[in-house]
């Protein structure tokens, strides 16, 4: 099973820009679906971010659309999160989770967090003047 490993949040101004990565050791997230998702504090977990396993499929939070960007690069078995134009509304945990390798349909999107079986352990992102 992949252990994911996020990394590249931090504190930034707002209209700034943060690039989030998810790396898998142990196993791969080639013919995953995969998603991000984030908490702010004394908020529930909510979706950012999914893509289908084959790729053909990717949704955006309303909150999120066009300003961040989910891609994937399997030579490096990594997810990557750009982030523009940051706002303070963005901050919170960021986790990048997991399907089990060619599990569910291949161009379906899964936005909730229990249809997510592997999860990192998260990165803080802060959006602050």
């Known amino acids: 099973q992949p252990r994911l490993v996020e990394s590249g949040g931090g504190f930034v101004q707002p209209g700034g820009s943060l690039r989030l990565s998810c790396a898998a050791s142990?196993?791969?997230?080639?013919?995953?679906?995969i998603g991000w998702f984030r908490q702010a504090p004394g908020k529930e977990r909510e979706v950012v971010s999914c893509?289908?396993?084959?790729?053909?499929?990717?949704n955006y939070a309303d909150s999120v659309k066009g300003r961040f960007t989910m891609s994937r690069d399997n030579a490096k078995n990594t997810m990557y999160l750009q982030m523009n134009s940051l706002k303070p509304e963005d901050t919170g945990v960021y986790y990048c989770?997991?399907?089990?390798?060619?599990?569910?349909?291949?161009?379906?999107?899964?936005?909730?967090?229990?249809?997510?079986?592997?999860w990192g352990q998260g990165t803080q992102v802060t959006v602050s003047s």
């Open positions: 142990d196993g791969t997230l080639d013919g995953r679906a």
């Open positions: 989770a997991a399907q089990p390798q060619f599990a569910g349909s291949g161009y379906v999107c899964y936005q909730k967090d229990v249809e997510y079986d592997y």
């Open positions: 893509i289908s396993r084959t790729g053909a499929s990717t």
